[in-house]
């Protein structure tokens, strides 16, 4: 994995997450999910890209919060939808 600077870093915040049960949307409409990514802007739980609703890219997109992170246990990587790289 290579990790690159990222202006979007900036965004970063400490965040606790909103829904930390699951995806914010899926668990509003009862959908699956396969993994989840917590927004470090806002705290906002989504589903992943392999998801059916890809609900944590919907929500970088709609509000412009660039940097995720990986919600799953043992996983502590960041992701910007931005630059679609790692950071």
């Known amino acids: 994995m290579t ?3 990222d202006p979007h870093l900036a965004f970063v915040r400490p965040v606790q997450p909103l829904t930390p049960e699951g995806c914010q949307e899926c668990l509003k409409i009862g959908s ?3 993994h989840l990514r917590l927004c470090l802007t806002c ?3 989504g ?3 392999s998801s059916p609703n890809k609900h944590a890219r919907k929500h970088a997109a709609a509000v412009a919060h660039p940097i995720v992170q990986s919600f ?3 996983e502590d ?3 910007c939808f931005v630059h679609e790289a790692f950071v």
Do not use: E, S
Request: proline letters at 11%.
């Open 3 to 5: 990790l690159h600077a």
């Open 32 to 34: 699956p999910w396969v």
């Open 43 to 45: 705290g906002h739980v």
């Open 47 to 49: 589903c992943c890209d």
């Open 72 to 74: 799953q246990p043992g």
């Open 77 to 79: 990587w960041r992701w």
